[in-house]
């Protein structure tokens, strides 16, 4: 944000008329190590920005085409200074850093269905197994889900190829549901709903997986070879 000075708004299209701020903004973006890595030049300065929001091999290139060179010809960044403190804080604040949101459960009376990408992108599947645990503890009577699927990660789970198929039969099911009247969830349901909503620590998705030690073991493995070989080249 001292970069880009007075103007917040960062012109993405290239050639543009453009201050040296903001172009010294998209040098520093352009470098920023990310997941995947685009011949586009306004990808490349979106993701250095925010990180990766899609796993390239999930979207047309038309939809890619039109994202890039036609959705988003400027981009405002005044918000950021207030991502930064909900990014810092761990859960949503208000501008000035207060927890005005999740202190009032009670005005959330509505049934939510939270999808997440299995190919973890950008955020990990974990915020939507704590909001949907939130929503069932505060919320019982109504329906809450979660679904998480693999081989997507984050805004490719609705621009994706075949989301059509893949994504948004969920979100149908959901709302057909709701329409049912199936969203007062009663007895043993709601107990069922308590009894996962304060299970805070076991994500099924997390679990199936191997959850953190199935990323962290081969990194302790190699460091411990690393280890192992720099002490025989000393002891030699
Ligand atoms: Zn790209």
């Given amino acids: 944000m001292v970069i880009l000075g007075k103007n917040k708004i960062l012109p993405l299209l290239t050639p543009s008329n453009t201050s040296s701020r903001h172009r010294l903004l998209k040098c520093v973006a352009r470098l920023v190590p990310r997941y995947e890595r685009c011949t586009c030049d306004e990808c490349e300065i979106f993701s250095g920005i925010f990180g990766n929001t899609f796993w390239h091999n999930n979207i047309s290139s038309t939809m890619h085409y039109w994202l890039n060179k036609l959705n988003l010809p400027w981009l405002p960044m005044a918000a950021f ?32 269905l939270y999808i997440s990408g299995g190919r973890t992108l950008l955020v990990t599947p974990q915020t939507s197994f704590l909001a949907n645990n939130y929503m069932k503890l505060h919320q019982p009577v109504f329906r809450h889900e979660r679904v998480v699927v693999e081989g997507f990660g984050h805004s490719d789970l609705l621009i994706g190829e075949e989301s059509y198929i893949r994504v948004f039969p969920h979100i149908l099911s959901h709302i057909r549901l709701a329409e049912e ?56």
């Avoid at 949503?92 to 049934?111: C, D, F, K, Q, W």
Wanted: charge should be positive.
């Fill in 81 to 112: 200074p207030h991502l930064r403190k909900i990014c810092n804080t761990g859960f949503i604040v208000n501008p000035n850093g207060e927890s005005s949101y999740l202190i009032h459960p009670e005005r959330m009376a509505l049934p939510t």
């Fill in 181 to 236: 009247g199936k969203k007062c969830v009663m007895g043993s349901e709601r107990s069922k709903n308590n009894k996962e909503a304060l299970a805070w620590g076991n994500d099924p998705f997390v679990e199936a997986n191997g959850g953190f030690w199935s990323w962290i073991s081969p990194l302790v493995t190699m460091w411990l070879f690393s280890l192992f070989f720099v002490m025989v080249y000393v002891l030699l």
